[in-house]
């Protein structure tokens, strides 16, 4: 089984393209393809969303962020509505030149595009301030529609209450923690995962003391040395569970949990379903090709 490459209509000489739907369900199957890519749903409470290895039933409206080649997909779930809008806006990932995005004044939309490899969900407030904007932008033309989507891109990147979805070591993408000393605890982590790590063991690698290492990793990363852990041992886990036959306790094990309680409350609280649920959910929106 594969994730469909999708082939859109965005050619190289597009900076985007917009699409606007209203329909009564959703049948698009698990996809990927090379761009960047803005999706808003109004009136599709009940849904569930797939992006990355993060599995969810959205609320009434949804607006995600989607980096280039990860994998994605609304389906019908739990959705009863008969109208609902969904609006995708798809742009090159360089849709803004690397030299133009290191420049100060675009940190933001550039720590975005960093994030979007996760995936990004963003907040009810950032919902409300800005799809009428999205829903408005296919009625823009030429140079000015350029100038609205560069607007709501800015707004995106200084809005503070959003979620990244997918699991860092799930992607295929390398993702940037700004601190080198954070990437090489990182890189040591997932190279090792499988294996008892302490924070100790973390620290060394920083060449810092415990304590000193444990308010920094928490600092730089919003969450603590065991929570850092657990999340790149669990993005193997995911990517086992999907990619293989192999038993959820061989799994588990394979991945460093060698406590299955534990790893089952882990992975639950983490995921919102059960190891076993979520294979069963994310197989079944794959299709052969």
Known sequence: MD???EVTPLTKNDCFA?????KNGFDFPLHNHDYLEINLILNGSGAQRIVGNHIGEIEECELVCVGPNLAHGWFTHNCSSENIREVTIQFH???????????????NIRNM???AKR?????KNTIDALAPRI??????????????????????????????LSDSTFIDEECSYISRRVEKVFEYMNNNFYE????ADAAQVANMADASFSRFIKYRTGNSFVENLNEIRLGHVSRMLIDTNQSIAEIAYKCGFNNMANFNRTFKSKKGLTPKEFRENYVGKRVFI
């Open 18 to 22: 917009i699409f606007s739907r209203e």
């Open 119 to 123: 995936g990004i969900l963003f907040s």
């Open 113 to 115: 595009f960093e994030n």
């Open 3 to 5: 994730i469909i490459r």
């Open 196 to 199: 008892h790590i302490t924070l």
């Open 135 to 164: 829903v408005a932008l296919y009625k823009r033309m030429g140079f000015d529609s350029i100038l609205e989507l560069l607007s709501i891109l800015n707004q995106l990147s200084v809005s503070r209450d959003f979620k990244l």
């Open 93 to 107: 990932s360089d849709l803004f030149d690397d030299k133009f995005l290191k420049k100060n004044q675009l940190v």
